[in-house]
Every structure is written in structure tokens, then in C-alpha cells.
């Protein structure tokens, strides 16, 4: 486990290294700057957790989603868009978290093209009469979980699978 760490430490420090004191300070100040970006535009759509500006990270609550609309299933709904969902409920402290954390190499627009993806699913998710979110993702290779069969009925080792015909074509 130690030699793993270690390679996570070498990396660190090259990029360290690599930037300098001011390239930090600007890795950093852009981090800030993005996730204001994102606070800013999504926030006629989506909650923000706190008043005022934040640092690296956009935090959301679940607040004004659509009646009958979870955190969770907005972040499905972004594995559909091809996205790896944000960071959902944590922190605990916020009913419904969702954290958003965009690094400092993000250009504009690819910020753009995440908000107004995040904007369109707000949008459907209010005109959604056949509540179709709530099955996201749709076209991934694995559908939602049923976490209240897998938190009741855990699988806490691996088993071969049973080899059929159908699946030894």
C-alpha cells in the first residue's frame, strides 16, 4: 500500500515542481474562478448550499429540484449526457448535496457545454410528465441500482457467472 502512495506523492511533486509558486497561485486562482462560473450560471436552476462566493468547489442542495426529483437522479441523468456525476450528498450537512468541482484546466467552454447540460436536465426534469429521469441512465451499459434490494440483500463476494447458451455465443 506505501508504494502506492508513494507514486501519488512523485506526482504531486512534479506538479508541483513543474508550475512553481506562481503557476500554484494561478492552478488555484483559476480552480476559484471556475467554480464561481458554475455557482453563477446554474443558480436561477439549481440551489446553491450557501450564500456568496465559494472556493474550488460549487455546492448545491436539492432545493428547488423539480417535486419528486433527487439528487440522485440528476446525477444519473448526466451519466446519460456522458458526464461522471458530481460528488452527491456530502457534504451530510446539506439536504441533497451535490458538489461540483471543476479543476483549474477547464476552459470556458467546456464549463459551458456542462452548464447548459446541467440546465437542460433541470429543464426536463420540471416538464417530465412520464417522469423518464427517474430511469436514468437509459443508455449506459448498466442501469440504476436497486439500492434498497442492495443494502437489504448485499453481495459481499464475487461469483462466477452461471455460462448459458445464449451467453457462450
Given at each position: 500500500?506505501?508504494?502506492?502512495?508513494?507514486?501519488?506523492?512523485?506526482?504531486?511533486?512534479?506538479?508541483?515542481?513543474?508550475?512553481?509558486a506562481?503557476g500554484?497561485?494561478q492552478?488555484?486562482?483559476?480552480?476559484?474562478?471556475n467554480?464561481?462560473?458554475?455557482?453563477?450560471?446554474?443558480?436561477?436552476?439549481?440551489?446553491?448550499?450557501?450564500?456568496?462566493?465559494?472556493?474550488h468547489?460549487?455546492?448545491?442542495?436539492?432545493?428547488?429540484?423539480?417535486?419528486?426529483?433527487?439528487?440522485?437522479?440528476?446525477?444519473?441523468?448526466?451519466?446519460?449526457?456522458?458526464?461522471?456525476?458530481?460528488?452527491?450528498?456530502?457534504?451530510?450537512?446539506?439536504?441533497?448535496?451535490?458538489?461540483?468541482?471543476?479543476?483549474?484546466?477547464?476552459?470556458?467552454?467546456?464549463l459551458?457545454?456542462?452548464?447548459?447540460?446541467?440546465r437542460?436536465?433541470?429543464d426536463?426534469?420540471?416538464?417530465d410528465?412520464s417522469?423518464?429521469?427517474h430511469?436514468?441512465?437509459?443508455?449506459?451499459?448498466?442501469r440504476?441500482?436497486?439500492?434498497t434490494?442492495?443494502?437489504?440483500?448485499?453481495?459481499?463476494?464475487?461469483?462466477?457467472?452461471?455460462?448459458?447458451?445464449?451467453?457462450a455465443?
Amino acid at each position: 500500500a506505501f508504494h502506492g502512495q508513494m507514486g501519488m506523492f512523485v506526482r504531486a511533486l512534479t506538479y508541483m515542481l513543474s508550475h512553481g509558486a506562481d503557476g500554484l497561485k494561478q492552478a488555484s486562482e483559476d480552480a476559484v474562478l471556475n467554480a464561481n462560473y458554475i455557482q453563477a450560471r446554474l443558480k436561477s436552476v439549481m440551489t446553491p448550499a450557501f450564500e456568496g462566493y465559494c472556493m474550488h468547489e460549487a455546492l448545491f442542495s436539492d432545493k428547488g429540484l423539480a417535486e419528486g426529483f433527487t439528487t440522485l437522479d440528476i446525477a444519473k441523468a448526466l451519466i446519460d449526457e456522458g458526464y461522471h456525476p458530481m460528488t452527491i450528498y456530502f457534504p451530510l450537512i446539506v439536504h441533497g448535496a451535490m458538489l461540483i468541482e471543476p479543476t483549474e484546466t477547464e476552459s470556458r467552454q467546456t464549463l459551458d457545454q456542462f452548464i447548459a447540460v446541467l440546465r437542460a436536465i433541470a429543464d426536463r426534469a420540471r416538464s417530465d410528465k412520464s417522469k423518464e429521469l427517474h430511469l436514468a441512465p437509459l443508455h449506459a451499459p448498466r442501469r440504476r441500482l436497486d439500492e434498497t434490494r442492495a443494502a437489504r440483500q448485499p453481495i459481499l463476494r464475487w461469483r462466477e457467472p452461471a455460462i448459458t447458451s445464449a451467453t457462450a455465443e
